[in-house]
């Protein structure tokens, strides 16, 4: 029998120290989503809650034409009113992103566009493909379906 013990504890020995080998130095994971960030140069100046952009909902009255033929999209197409990140509002509206993010905060930000940028075009252009819907619009198999289930 202690040629068997011998040969069982070598095995557990091997286990422990595969499973071992497999654990990697691992740093704790975020208590909330609030807590990433995104990298690449990136500040979170723009964010409302960590890495995820606060959204700016922007009057496009005043560069309706512009955009029109920036994105190739007749102007009756493009919606009067976009939300865009907070770094793109300020931008293309004329003011400070700090000024932007204190009416983030409140749950009030808008402001009216008076100039465009590719940043801008890029978001106009995805809320139009998206039928206007920032949230990828209508989710539907295109016809009536019928789940038999």
């Known amino acids: 029998m202690t040629g068997r013990a011998v040969k069982l504890a070598a095995a557990v020995a091997a286990l422990t120290l595969a499973i071992a080998a497999c654990k990697t130095n691992q740093t704790a994971a975020?208590?909330?989503?609030?807590?990433v960030s995104a990298s690449g140069g990136a500040t979170t100046a723009g964010?409302?809650?960590g890495g995820i952009p606060a959204l700016v909902n922007?009057?496009?009255?005043?560069?309706?034409n512009d955009l029109s033929v920036a994105i190739k999209v007749d102007r009756a197409n493009i919606?009067?009113?976009?939300?865009?990140?907070?770094?793109?509002?300020?931008?293309?509206?004329?003011?400070?992103?700090?000024?932007?993010?204190?009416s983030v905060a409140s749950g009030t930000a808008s402001c009216t566009a008076k100039t465009t940028s590719p940043a801008l075009n890029q978001a106009v252009?995805?809320?139009?493909?998206?039928?206007?819907n920032v949230g990828g619009g209508?989710?539907?198999m295109g016809g009536t379906t019928n789940n038999m289930i």
């Open 30 to 35: 975020p208590a909330s989503a609030g807590e």
């Open 47 to 49: 964010t409302g809650s």
């Open 58 to 64: 922007v009057n496009l009255q005043n560069v309706l």
């Open 79 to 102: 919606p009067v009113n976009a939300q865009v990140p907070i770094d793109v509002a300020a931008n293309v509206c004329g003011v400070s992103v700090s000024a932007l993010a204190a």
């Open 125 to 132: 252009q995805q809320q139009v493909a998206a039928g206007g």
């Open 138 to 140: 209508d989710q539907t």
